[in-house]
């Protein structure tokens, strides 16, 4: 597997190997022991999750404050723009954001630690994401950042249409009045 640092060196971005010809592909999806070797750190996951969403559906930022979740995200199915912000304020990187296609041909995954608030945004017509988690789903502990807060300033794919959101996501924090990391 190749891995890649992106702008915040705590998100990467995996990239399995792929061994195809013309009957299809084979590749291994997760490693535990290579994963643990690439993120530095024995990472235990709990909890497996598949959303299928349609195209300008954004689903995002979300974070638990307590019960934090590291996810290792994907797409099988489609494409998403997957967004990670990095919220822990003793972080050098705190209120920063990376962005990274995620789509069934690249195959690629990315690692968004605990600490980070993560969205993603459906660029194709469907898409089928995938993700694994280091804790398990707490509602009472989902906190949500605003989507287009103006201080985080991502730059979303522009679709020519407005994004769906739930009632949730459009209703988020500001990252200055949310609850954040220490």
């Known amino acids: 597997m190749k891995i890649t640092p992106t702008a915040i060196p705590d998100v990467l971005v995996i990239e399995p190997k792929v061994f195809g010809d013309a009957r299809g592909f084979f590749m291994e999806s997760f490693n535990q022991s290579a994963f643990n070797d690439a993120v530095g750190s024995r990472v235990d996951f709990v909890q497996d999750n598949h959303s299928r969403s349609t195209k300008g559906v954004l689903r995002g930022l979300h974070y638990q404050i307590k019960q934090p979740q590291g996810k290792l995200v994907r797409v099988v ?9 990095d919220i822990r304020k003793s972080s050098a990187t705190f209120g920063k954001w990376v962005g990274v296609q995620l789509d069934e041909e690249n195959r690629k995954q990315l ?57 949730k996501d459009a209703g988020g924090a500001t990252l200055a009045t949310a609850e954040v990391f220490d």
């Open 111 to 167: 690692w968004v630690p605990a600490g980070f608030a993560h969205a993603f945004l459906v660029v194709s017509e469907t898409a089928d994401f995938l993700y694994k988690t280091t804790d398990y789903y707490a509602p009472q502990f989902e906190r949500c950042i605003k989507w287009d807060d103006s201080q985080l300033a991502i730059d979303w794919p522009n679709l020519d249409g407005e994004f769906k959101l739930s009632d």
């Open 77 to 85: 199915s489609g494409a998403v723009f997957d967004v990670a912000v």
